[in-house]
């Protein structure tokens, strides 16, 4: 700091000067009675203005303007005694907000215009979200409304796509999900509905493609996957078939080749480990890979079974229908 004037006391008084490391400024100001007061000025270290303002006796004082080492603008601020009050507006990266501050606190309505065209309206009182939540589009259709109390989501949150038609549907309480929920695609084809309680997922949860194809079926039990899972292609052929406890893969769990139904692989766990036996399959249905995990790790004698060998093993006469895994399954025990 320099030419800084200190009276009796040792308190500071008068102009003063701050510089970066690099000798360029940093700031300058005034001091009066030990205490900032009048304009000051602040620059980056490499040279550009990044602030001005005004103190009273101490405290922020009046408009305070503040910009990007840029030079783009960063902050238009009122101020009264140390706090913000009065008219604010701020520029960022893909966002601008404006409203009025009170004491220091956000209050009245505030709005966020993005860089997308996007316009959201949120009311403020006492520095906290309360009341209505609106969201527009560029020409001016309303893409989302809600209510908050105290910060908190409550009551039905929707929204809607560009053409109007519904996009999602949510129920809050102490700004928790709880009920159903629903979203649909911009087709208008319903793309998700799930069941929640305080927040988590709770009950079944469904999903669908543009199309209306399902695409998932299953339970969730306080957030986490539990009982049968079932997943599905985009032409509706089966995916897989699983059970879950306590978000852990439990049982036996079946995957199919796309489009087929034919069976591609299957395996036991336990609590999440594989445990138990283990195949893998061709399309053609013949078993290519059979063997044993305990625990997560393989044991015993893995098999890998030739193609050949396996429609060989399928065409063969048996005692009774045996199917063709079933056929093949004899070939692997051989030792």
């Not at 069941?195 to 209306?212: M, T, Y």
């Not at 249905?285 to 004698?301: A, D, K, M, Q």
Request: proline share 3%; aromatic share 12%.
């Amino acid at each position: 700091m320099r030419a800084c004037v200190r009276r009796k006391g040792g308190q500071r008084h008068g102009p003063f000067v701050r510089f970066h490391r690099g000798g360029r400024k940093q700031e300058a100001g005034e001091y009066r009675d030990g205490r900032r007061h009048g304009p000051y000025r602040s620059w980056h270290r490499r040279g550009a203005l990044i602030e001005t303002g005004s103190y009273l006796a101490g405290k922020r004082n009046g408009e305070v303007k503040r910009w990007y080492r840029s030079g783009k603008p960063r902050s238009i601020e009122q101020w009264r005694n140390g706090e913000r009050d009065g008219a604010f507006q701020a520029w960022f990266r893909n966002s601008s907000d404006r409203g009025d501050y009170a004491l220091g606190k956000k209050h009245g309505r505030w709005v966020t215009d993005v860089y997308t065209g996007e316009r959201k309206h949120t009311t403020w009182h006492d520095g906290h979200k309360q009341g209505l939540y609106e969201a527009f589009g560029r020409n001016g259709q309303r893409l989302e409304q809600g209510r908050f109390e105290g910060n908190e989501r409550v009551g039905v949150w929707q929204g809607w796509w560009a053409d109007a038609s519904q996009r999602h549907r949510s129920t809050y309480v102490d700004g928790k999900r709880h009920g159903v929920s629903q979203r649909w695609h911009p087709s208008g084809a319903l793309a998700e509905k799930l069941s929640w309680s305080q927040g988590l997922r709770e009950g079944r949860g469904q999903r669908w493609s543009p199309k209306g194809t399902l695409l998932l079926d299953g339970t969730w039990h306080l957030g986490r996957r539990h009982g049968a899972f079932r997943t599905f292609y985009l032409d509706g052929s089966p995916e897989s078939v699983s059970r879950w406890v306590d978000d852990k893969l439990t049982g036996r769990q079946d995957r199919y080749w796309p489009g087929k139904a034919a069976l591609m692989l299957t395996a036991h766990w336990r609590t999440g480990q594989l445990d138990g036996p283990w195949a893998r399959y061709r399309k053609d249905g013949t078993l290519e890979i059979r063997g044993t995990f305990r625990n997560g790790e393989r044991v015993g004698p893995w098999r890998t079974i030739d193609a050949k060998d396996a429609k060989d093993a399928a065409s063969k006469p048996t005692n009774g229908a045996a199917s063709v895994p079933d056929a093949v399954d004899r070939i692997g025990a051989k030792k």
